[in-house]
T-cell receptor
Framework: GAVVSQHPSWVICKSGTSVKIECRSL??????MFWYRQFPKQSLMLMAT?????????EQGVEKDKFLINHASLTLSTLTVTSAHPEDSSFYIC????????????FGPGTRLTVT | GQQVMQIPQYQHVQEGEDFTTYCNSS?????IQWYKQRPGGHPVFLIQ?????EVKKQKRLTFQFGEAKKNSSLHITATQTTDVGTYFC???????????FGGGTRLMVKP
């Protein structure tokens, strides 16, 4: 149990376009979902935390108008990178925690975004 | 600001040698978690430690949580090539269940 999926697994887009990444908890209801960004050979940097039905909480330095997060249900959160630029190219990983899991997070497989 | 630090950043070992990574938090943690990320993969939860001084074992992996709940270590006995990857510690530095990840220790095992 506790499987998290992400779609797409990789995407290439042109500068100026928007890209939507979906994160789904397949076999449990996620009270909270998290979005991370990871550059090559670096650690995970938390971008935002989202709870179903409420606005996401963004970490300092993360532009909320650029990285739109929608947590539509207890099993789905989406991250939309708007007006993408080459510097947005990165590995985006979502994770989800479930009610009563004592903080354990289940990670999705990640989405590699390349902006040309 | 509050942070979680890990050392070393990289470690090359010969297969069969032992390996240890250390994690230090700038603040007391309610719990600490360890994750493993294989090259090209995503982090996978290994374990959570909650109690002061706790020691847990998973086969060749031994996890410790310091008495002050500000540091932790992961020790691998007799490494194998399947142990290759980056090991991250993470702790909830702030309210809620947000995790702050350490920088990770990248383990490379030479057969």
């Amino acid at each position: 149990g506790a499987v998290v999926s992400q779609h797409p697994s990789w995407v290439i887009c042109k500068s100026g376009t928007s890209v939507k990444i979906e994160c789904r908890s397949l076999d449990f209801q996620a009270t909270t979902m998290f979005w991370y960004r990871q550059f090559p050979k670096q650690s995970l940097m938390l971008m935002a935390t989202s709870n179903e039905g409420s606005k996401a909480t963004y970490e300092q330095g993360v532009e909320k108008d650029k990285f739109l997060i929608n947590h539509a249900s207890l099993t789905l959160s989406t991250l939309t990178v708007t007006s993408a630029h080459p510097e947005d190219s990165s590995f985006y990983i979502c994770s989800a925690s479930r009610f009563g899991s004592s903080y354990e997070q289940y990670f999705g497989p990640g989405t590699r975004l390349t902006v040309t | 600001g509050q942070q979680v630090m890990q050392i070393p950043q990289y470690q090359h070992v010969q297969e069969g040698e032992d390996f240890t990574t250390y994690c230090n938090s700038s603040t007391t943690l309610s719990n600490i978690q360890w994750y493993k990320q294989r090259p090209g993969g995503h982090p996978v939860f290994l374990i959570q430690l909650v109690k002061s001084g706790e020691v847990k074992k998973q086969k060749r992996l031994t996890f410790q949580f310091g008495e002050a709940k500000k540091n932790s270590s992961l020790h691998i006995t007799a490494t194998q090539t399947t142990d290759v990857g980056t090991y991250f510690c993470a702790g909830p530095l702030y309210a809620g269940n947000m995790l702050t990840f350490g920088g990770g220790t990248r383990l490379m095992v030479k057969p």
